[in-house]
């Protein structure tokens, strides 16, 4: 069974930095896509970066590119999302997720994390 533990939300202001954490459990990941998504009250859920843990390679929504990072380690089965210059509009909660390797970085996951909550306060 695929674990995902999200941590390292909080409440920050305008301007401020955070980095989320995503520890992954349950099996080898070599294979692996993770990433994030979101979603602010009232709106529908949002895709905002993936990585191929084998490669590295990041693929990030068009709204994220230079604002946020991911990354890696694999040693310790974990993502990032280094999130700078956060806004109050990047107020939601973040979701890690996680599936076997698919053709393109963007789509369906099947794995969820239960989720941590970023607030920006202006």
């Known amino acids: 069974q695929v674990q995902l533990v999200e941590s390292g939300g909080g409440l920050v202001q305008a301007g401020d930095s955070l980095r989320l954490s995503c520890a992954a459990s349950g099996r080898t990941f070599s294979s692996y896509d993770m990433g994030w998504f979101r979603q602010a009250p009232g709106k529908a859920r949002e895709f905002v970066a993936a990585i191929r843990l084998s490669s590295g390679s990041p693929y990030y929504a068009d709204s994220m590119k230079g604002k946020f990072t991911i990354s890696r380690d694999n040693a310790k089965n974990t993502v990032y999302l280094q999130m700078n210059s956060l806004k109050p509009e990047d107020t939601a909660v973040y979701y890690c997720?996680?599936?076997?390797?698919?053709?393109?970085?963007?789509?369906?996951?099947?794995?969820w994390g239960q989720g941590t909550q970023v607030t920006v306060s202006s």
């Open positions: 997720v996680g599936r076997p390797v698919g053709v393109l970085l963007y789509g369906e996951y099947r794995y």
